[in-house]
């Protein structure tokens, strides 16, 4: 049978998937101009069946004995507590983060408190000259930790010496992007060595029980760019986010084969590294005593967390008939525009004559949908100029038709509310979906006043009437 001719493919650098044309636009997941040329791959003959040839397989019962999984602390709680309890022996974690987010101070940090409990944790920097690294950990105060630090970009290099001596307890590797695996063609930061790099140094991770963490940098709009193609290949991938104006840090992990996936860390960057912030609730309100038209504050779930953060309106009348700007800082542009006509048309409000500024306090990121109503508590009460009532809260989320819909755990963000000093709560009629399971009314939360909003007309009543 006569071979046919290699193919050229193309490879999107965002989602990892082949063309075998170059175009502008990748067509899976509609990025521009990420298609790169990838070596041709030789293709597979139809003589070679995978049916004969390999060894057998056994199979096991589901309920067979299995050795209970440890987990190794981090020293730092609040990377602890993201990962599900610690890190898991021969595990792969893929830390994601926006470039100066703070991922090699994190890890540095807590490879230096691995160290000092005489455990083995070895960081290669593909990034920085060790040198650079040796300041920072000074300058953190890391300095006397046993750490075993080295500068590397060689994935060979880097399994032959670990191959060569005992399996530390934890391998970090900054970054991914900057590995190079000789097995394949193709400079560092591509998506085939990328691919490969990770693919042997998760390999070495599995084998000798080493807890491995990637670090790859991310795109502004969030994504894991060339690492996305690993998110399937990694056990945990976590994400270091916030605002880098802002001091505060949090830490998800947003695939966990180990853990709930809805666990938060919060840190802040200050001079001397990574703080943990062990009681977040706080953080993102401004603290102001003075009642402002526009603020309102929102009780958000993080996990099992609650935290409240303060939501801003601005609204600026326009004389001219020049299209008025939208622009929003810590929340989805698309639901904002969305709740802008919902109360338009169910309210017969106008913002079409205006500009709208929203903005979430502290860098903060909602995504967390029961936010609806706190963002058109504070945009009723910018447009009407009245501020809305001190030590309120406001959550559910907003249907199309103007309805507030109930959400998870009203009764746990209430009860954080109330034990913050909040008196009044505002949301959905019949409390939360999570609460009625639980059978606990939200209005039974002791401190409290519970007031439910139905549909939007009677947040703008009750906006309106609160001056
Ligand atoms: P870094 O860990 O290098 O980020 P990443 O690895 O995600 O690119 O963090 C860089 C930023 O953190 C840098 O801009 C300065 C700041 N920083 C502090 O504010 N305090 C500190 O103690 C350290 C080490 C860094
Ligand atoms: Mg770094």
């Not at 950990?137 to 880097?158: E, N, Q, W, Y």
């Amino acid at each position: 049978m006569a071979m046919a001719k290699p193919k050229q493919r193309y490879v999107c650098t965002e989602c990892g998937s082949v063309a075998t044309r170059w175009q502008g636009q990748c067509t899976d997941c509609s990025q521009w101009n990420t298609l790169v040329e990838e070596a041709p791959q030789t293709p597979f003959s139809a003589k070679h069946h995978l049916s004969s040839g390999g060894r057998g397989i056994s199979f096991e019962a589901l309920d067979a004995p299995t050795a209970p999984l440890t987990r190794r602390s981090t020293g730092l709680a609040e990377f602890d507590r993201a990962l599900g309890g610690g890190l898991v022996p021969g595990s792969a974690i893929l830390m994601g983060g926006e470039p100066g987010i703070g991922k090699s101070t994190l890890l540095l940090q807590a490879a230096a408190s691995i160290a000092r409990t005489g455990a083995q944790a070895i960081y290669v920097s593909g990034e920085e000259a060790t040198g650079q690294v040796r300041l920072r950990a000074a300058r953190l105060g890391l300095a006397d930790a046993p750490l075993r630090l080295a500068a590397a970009t060689s994935v060979r290099d880097i399994l032959t010496t670990l191959n060569a001596g005992e399996p530390p307890a934890l391998l970090v590797i900054d970054s991914i992007q900057t590995m190079h695996s000789d097995n394949i063609e193709g400079a560092p930061g591509t998506v085939s060595q990328v691919r490969a790099s990770a693919f042997e140094l998760i390999r070495y991770a599995k084998e000798s029980g080493v807890a491995l963490v990637l670090v790859g940098h991310v795109t502004k709009d969030g994504s894991i760019a060339g690492p996305r193609v690993l998110e399937h290949m990694v056990d945990v991938v976590m994400s270091f986010e916030g605002e880098r104006s802002h001091q505060y840090r949090i830490l998800r992990s947003l695939k966990n084969r180990f853990g709930a996936v809805d666990e938060i860390g919060v840190f802040a960057m200050e001079g001397a590294g990574l703080t943990e912030v062990a009681n977040p609730s706080m953080l993102f309100l401004s603290g102001r005593e003075e009642p402002l038209a526009g603020s309102a504050v929102f009780p958000a779930l993080e996990g099992t967390r609650p935290v409240l953060v303060e939501v801003q309106a601005l609204i600026v009348r326009l004389q001219s008939g020049a299209t008025p700007r939208r622009a929003v800082v810590g929340w989805d542009g698309g639901r904002l525009a969305m709740l802008l006509a919902v109360l338009e048309a169910r309210c017969g409000l106008s913002f079409s004559s205006a500009e709208v500024y929203l903005n979430v306090a502290g860098g903060y990121r909602l995504t967390d949908p029961a936010a609806d109503l706190a963002v058109a508590a504070a945009l009723v009460s910018a447009l009407a100029d009245r501020p809305l009532p001190l030590r309120s809260i406001w959550f559910g989320e907003v249907s199309l038709s103007g309805e507030v819909r109930p959400v998870a755990h009203a009764g746990l963000r209430l009860r954080e509310a109330a034990k913050l000093g909040f008196d009044i709560g505002h949301g959905p009629e019949e409390g939360g979906a999570g609460d009625r399971r639980q059978g606990g009314a939200p209005a039974a939360v002791k401190g409290l006043r519970y007031h439910g909003i139905a549909a939007l007309p009677k947040l703008v009543d009750r906006v309106v009437g609160a001056a």
